[in-house]
C-alpha cells in the first residue's frame, strides 16, 4: 500500500496517524516462503519536521510458521517490528511503499536459527526420525575421521 507523503511534506509541525494493512499472505526469506498466521495493522506516526522532510514512526507485528532447523516440526515465529524513518520527499518521491518498508524491518528482525524448543534433539541422521518424541533405536556411533586409516587397515585384516 502506498502513502502520499506529498501534503504532510508541504505542512511544517503537522502530524498525521495511519493504519496500514500489511498485505502479503507469507514472508519470503532466501527463496523460503513462510506463511503469516496473523497480524496486526501497522500504525504509522507522520509528522513533518521541516518542509519536504517527513518522519516517519511504527509499529507492526506479525505471527509467521517455519519448520524448526533441526527437527523440522512447525514452529509459530513471532515478528515484532518497531521503525524510524526519515524521508526526504524532494530526493525519494512522495509516496511511501508501506509494504515495501515493514516487509524491510521484517528481514533485519527474522530469527537466524528457529527452534521448537531451545533443547531440540533434531532428526536421526540415519531414519530421519524426530528424536524429541523418542530414540529410534539405529546406532548412532560416529567414528573419529582421524582414526579411519588405522580402521581400514583392521577392517581389511578380518
Keep these: 500500500m502506498l502513502?502520499?507523503?506529498?501534503?504532510?511534506?508541504?505542512?511544517?509541525?503537522?502530524n498525521e496517524k495511519k493504519s496500514v494493512a500489511y498485505e502479503p499472505d507469507a514472508v519470503v526469506i532466501s527463496g523460503e516462503t513462510f506463511p503469516i498466521k496473523s497480524k496486526e495493522e501497522a500504525v504509522f506516526n507522520l509528522s513533518c519536521p521541516e518542509k519536504g522532510k517527513v518522519h516517519v514512526e511504527g509499529s507492526f507485528s506479525l505471527e509467521a510458521t517455519?519448520?524448526?532447523?533441526r527437527c523440522l516440526t512447525e514452529v509459530t515465529v513471532p515478528v515484532s517490528v518497531d521503525f524510524i524513518e526519515e524521508i526526504d520527499v524532494e530526493e525519494t518521491g512522495a509516496?511511501?511503499?508501506?509494504?515495501?518498508?515493514?516487509?524491510?524491518?521484517?528481514?533485519?528482525?527474522?530469527?537466524?536459527?528457529?527452534?521448537?524448543?531451545?533443547?531440540c534433539k533434531g532428526i536421526c541422521m540415519k531414519c530421519g526420525s524426530n528424536l524429541n518424541e523418542g530414540e529410534c533405536g539405529c546406532d548412532?556411533?560416529?567414528?573419529?575421521?582421524?582414526?579411519a586409516a588405522i580402521l581400514d587397515v583392521f577392517n581389511n585384516s578380518k
Design 3 to 14: 502513502i502520499h507523503l506529498s501534503e504532510i511534506s508541504q505542512a511544517e509541525g503537522k
Design 66 to 69: 517455519a519448520p524448526c532447523d
Design 95 to 119: 509516496e511511501l511503499d508501506a509494504d515495501e518498508l515493514l516487509y524491510k524491518e521484517i528481514l533485519m528482525r527474522w530469527p537466524m536459527k528457529i527452534l521448537c524448543k531451545e533443547e
Design 140 to 147: 548412532t556411533f560416529v567414528p573419529d575421521p582421524r582414526m
